[in-house]
């Protein structure tokens, strides 16, 4: 199972930090990533991470998106800082094993004045 916490809702220029968690395993995860889903708009890569800690990110939030995760990818984050109205929708934490692969439910990010 793998669920994500921390949204809310947030002013522009304010910041959040997303959690993931996979429970029910103590497999090794191959990576983690998270996708956001903005309203009207297909599910987009945000950012991830691989075994080796390598990071990539969606060209929208670099710079100001963070992934980080624990060894086993069982765990992890997304800090947004810089946040913008552009960044409100849906995000949800991807989990790919060797076999196999999972999302989570998503939590809901806002950013408003």
């Known amino acids: 199972q793998v669920v994500e916490s921390g949204g809310g809702l947030v002013r522009p220029g304010g910041s959040l930090r997303l959690s993931c968690v996979v429970s029910?395993?103590?497999?090794?995860?191959?990576?983690m990533a998270w996708y956001r889903q903005l309203p009207g708009n297909e599910r987009e890569l945000v950012a991830h991470?691989?075994?080796?800690?390598?990071?990539t990110y969606g060209d929208a939030v670099k710079g100001r998106f963070t992934i980080s995760s624990d060894g086993a990818k069982l765990t992890g984050n997304l800090q947004m800082n810089g946040l913008r109205p552009v960044d409100t929708g849906a995000y949800y934490c991807y989990v790919e094993f060797l076999r196999d692969s999972y999302w989570g439910r998503g939590t809901q990010v806002t950013v408003s004045s």
């Open positions: 029910g395993t103590r497999r090794v995860a191959h990576s």
């Open positions: 991470i691989s075994s080796e800690d390598t990071t």
